[in-house]
């Protein structure tokens, strides 16, 4: 389980990272929840679009509508799962995983080891600070 300061200070860093929206991720064209989907992605890999569903918090459509924006970016991969086809398996690809360690490889590292660590109620948790600052940055 992730611990509390972990969980602040990737809220925090989010925070930050979205109010000086950095070169490298700016240039990118993804939303912070894009973003987010990606770390999760990277981090739990291969990941059902079920199980990323609901680390995000999100419905499976609006799930999986992200993720064929995501795949249309050559930024995730969907692959049948070979033991039940009717479950879509994600990784990232090399193109994503370039991105995010332009954006801040020691970032990228520590948000990787907090996000795989993380319990689904943080993971929710997580979620809920990353809206409220996506709804604040986006009324400014």
């Known amino acids: 389980m992730v611990a509390v300061e972990d969980a602040r200070w990737l809220a925090e860093h989010l925070r930050k990272m979205v109010s000086r929206r950095p070169a490298n991720w700016a240039d990118s064209e993804l939303t912070l929840a894009q973003l ?3 770390h999760f992605i990277s981090a739990k890999a291969p990941m059902t679009l079920m ?3 609901h680390a995000l918090g999100l419905r499976p459509p609006a799930t999986s509508a992200m993720v064929d924006r995501l795949a249309r970016a050559g930024l995730v991969c969907r692959r049948p799962d070979p033991a039940d086809r ?8 090399a193109s994503a995983v370039t991105m995010l360690g332009k ?13 795989t660590d993380m319990s689904a109620a943080a993971q929710r948790c997580l979620i809920e600070v990353i809206r409220d600052t996506a709804r604040r940055l986006a009324s400014c």
Do not use: E, F, G, K
Not at 103 to 115: E, G, N, S
């Open 36 to 38: 987010l989907a990606l």
């Open 51 to 53: 199980a990323l569903s």
């Open 103 to 115: 954006i801040d490889l020691q970032t990228a590292r520590r948000l990787h080891v907090v996000v």
């Open 86 to 93: 009717r479950r879509i398996m994600l990784t990232v690809t």
